[in-house]
């Protein structure tokens, strides 16, 4: 070892006492820091609070409860293709009108729009080339047997329905499926397909036991989409969307229902039908929060007479109209009970003697409590027989025995889709090029005009005078140079009397206009 090497370990020996002592003092103070801010939080931690701490439920129990109901429904839920032949289609309007304005029409997809169509069977007319329009919905299978309830606008004037099971692979080409019956006043059908196999019926549940807030499911195929599954609750009940229509009472919904889910079941978290979904409140056609659902007991209803030897609904009627909204007014001066506004010549009440301010009170012994529940007694009862009704005339009780007559028959102008309207010639359009019907209490109220003014215009036939004049399905027909139109009648008679070359001039209310916009003149001269 040299001698630099010595005096270096020399040094070192000399200071190892105190590198020592310096190395274990570090350690001592940091022990001693640590130990102190332990105490410091264990102090904190060691002290009460009066908060009640918070527990999360375990994920599962909701989403299995879900998912679990998904898997029973899906296999009986089916997606339902139509195919079907229109004429004519309807164009968005001419635009004669103020430019500031806007157009005064609505477009081809306003709620009037759909409306119309619905009122009068869809787009019409025989001059135009036949255009095949393709539609999609979604159906629940009720009976093993093949039997499946969709809405009627669903398969309505279809000339093909294709039915796919949710099993079949994506390419499968589905089943062909036949109409077993339909019914308008509710929006509800029945079609069966034939299978060689038995297939995977829904539970029908009591929609009676529904409550606002009760979780729901709704399943179907929006925009095509199978399997579709959207969450959320029953909203309301007893929603009527449609005016006049008294058996169109739906179960309200916030679960998510689109163009596809039509026809697609509503079900509660026993995995039960309690409704069929039918219908969306929308201003772009499109879920907003608020859908509709037939409840299962009026399907019930429906489905057990459509699959009868009639393959239709019956329902009674007695013939009388009254206000759609209880009034008190009404019940102070004419009495509590269903005070008669209107009696239908020929029907069972004015044969039965019933007259205007009369108040009917019970139904065989039982007490009516409102128009609903008339309705839906006597509609319940079977045409042909009879029911003792009490009611009050001018104070006095008194008694009297009607036979219940056949709804659809005795307000066939009104419905204007029974059998018999539907068997009838369809108007042929006018030297104008305008086919025009009448405007009947249902349409007048929904267009905000009086009964028995104007015509509407059903159909406009394509390069007419008509149409180069601007007017368009919808539109409403108040005169014709300067002279007043109430009736088809009034038109054809108006009309024939025009000659070429002359000028015409129709005061019209767009279609889809409010009351305060008034009418417009639309003119020219008659080629």
Known sequence: MDSRASALWVRLKANRWAYTFTILATLSVGILIGTIVSYGVKGKEGQKSDATPL?????????????????QLEPSVVNINTESTIKNPHKRRNPHVDPDQGDQGGGDDSPFQD????????????????????????????????????????????????????????????HDAKVIGMDQETDLAVIKIDVDHPL????????????????????????????????????????NIVPNRQFQSFIQTDAAINPGNSGGPLVNMAGEVIGINTAILTETSSYAGVGFAMPSNTVAQVY?????????????????????????????????????????????????????????????????????????????????????????????????????????KLFASRLGDDEESQNEE???????????????????????????KGVVVQDVKQGSFAEDVGLNRGDVILEVNKQAVNSPEDFTRIESSLKSGQDVVFLVRPRGSRPQDGAIFLAGTLP
């Open 55 to 71: 527990t999360v439920p375990a994920p599962q129990q909701l989403s299995n409860a879900f998912s679990q109901i998904s898997k």
């Open 115 to 174: 409306f119309f169509d619905k009122f009068f069977g869809g787009q019409g007319g025989p001059d135009a080339g036949n255009i095949r329009q393709r539609s999609l919905g979604s159906g629940v299978i009720v009976d093993s047997k093949g039997y499946i309830v969709t809405n009627r606008h669903v398969v309505e004037k279809a000339d093909r329905i294709r039915v796919k099971l949710q099993d079949e692979s994506p390419g499968a080409p589905g």
């Open 200 to 239: 995977p019926a829904a539970k029908l549940g009591n929609s009676e036991g529904m409550q606002v807030g009760d979780w729901v499911l709704a399943i179907g195929s929006p925009f095509g989409l199978q399997e579709t599954v959207t969450a959320g609750i029953v909203s309301a009940k007893g929603r």
């Open 304 to 408: 057990n007479q459509l699959i009868g030897p009639d393959h239709r609904v019956a329902r009674g009627s007695i013939g009388i109209e009254f206000a759609a909204q209880p009034n008190p007014a009404i019940a102070r001066v004419y009495g509590s009970g269903v005070t008669v506004s209107n009696v239908v010549a020929g029907s069972p009440a004015e044969t039965a003697g019933l007259k205007v301010g009369d108040t009917i009170t019970s139904v065989d012994g039982r007490d009516v409590k409102g128009g609903d529940d008339l309705v839906a007694d006597i509609a319940s009862r079977k045409p042909g027989s009879k029911a003792k009704l009490a009611y009050v005339r001018n104070g006095k009780k008194e008694e009297t025995t009607v036979t219940i007559a056949d709804r659809s």
């Open 426 to 452: 369809e108007p042929k359009p006018s030297k104008s090029g305008l086919t025009v019907r009448a405007i009947t209490p249902e349409l007048a109220d929904r267009l905000n005009i009086p009964a028995g």
